[in-house]
């Protein structure tokens, strides 16, 4: 039961570097989510998909790019990498309506 | 500033004993809530949740309080036990949308 799965689960970057983290889920769910946690922070939501197809700007968007590429996988890219962006990063997935959503076990993502 | 907080960081409780964990948010428009606990370098998992149509939700060891009007809710678990120390985040919605405001959190310690 695999759930939601991230690729890769560490990196490090140099600022500059560009990088893209991997998502895919098996539930068959319609929307799906990127976030970033920071220390004393909450989950920040980054971008997310809808549905297959679609995807909008979250609260935290700037440096950020996603793409949908078919129902099961959602990928988040980092153009230029920051180190602000330094973070950890969870892909998370639900069905549409009032359900809960399912998370990833997140990327530690650091960069120098 | 924060639409969701979780004002203590932290929480130790004896075994056998209750914990109470606190939230409390500022969007009033917020009316779906939903409590999630997550273990170190996995992701957070869907505990609870509760709707603004209810004032109270059960399911096991664990109860949601919704107070309205104080724009507060509480998670109670009885009895506590040791596995369930983890990090506990309270998330709102509103209009029933998907796009969820996460509190920093709070790290429960259930001592044996």
């Known amino acids: 039961n695999a759930g939601v799965t991230q690729t890769p689960k560490f990196q490090v970057l140099k600022t500059g570097q560009s990088m893209t983290l991997q998502c895919a889920q098996d539930?068959?769910?319609?929307?799906m989510y990127w976030y970033r946690q920071d220390p004393g922070m909450g989950l920040r939501l980054i971008y997310y998909?809808?549905?297959?197809?679609?995807?909008d700007k979250g609260e935290v968007p700037n440096g950020y790019n996603v793409s949908r590429l078919n129902k099961r996988e959602f990928s988040l890219r980092l153009e230029s990498a920051a180190p602000s962006q330094t973070s950890v990063y969870f892909c998370?997935?639900?069905?549409?309506?009032?359900?809960?959503?399912?998370f990833g076990d997140g990327t530690r993502l650091s960069i120098l | 500033d924060q639409q969701v907080k979780q004002n203590s960081p932290s929480l130790s409780v004896q075994e056998g004993r209750i914990s109470i964990l606190n939230c409390d948010y500022t969007n009033s428009m917020f009316d779906y809530f939903l409590w999630y606990k997550k273990y170190p370098a996995e992701g957070p998992t869907f505990l609870i949740s509760?709707?603004?149509?209810?004032d109270k939700n059960e399911d096991g060891r664990f109860t949601v309080f919704l107070n309205k009007s104080a724009k507060h809710l509480s998670l109670h678990i009885v009895p506590s036990q040791p596995g369930d120390s983890a990090v506990y985040f309270c998330?709102?919605?509103?209009?029933?949308?998907?796009?969820?405001?996460f509190g920093p959190g709070t790290r429960l310690s259930v001592l044996p």
């Open positions: 998909s809808a549905s297959e197809g679609t995807t």
């Open positions: 998330a709102a919605s509103e209009n029933y949308g998907q796009n969820f405001v």
């Open positions: 509760i709707s603004s149509i209810k």
């Open positions: 539930m068959n769910h319609n929307s």
């Open positions: 998370a997935s639900s069905e549409v309506g009032r359900q809960p959503q399912h």
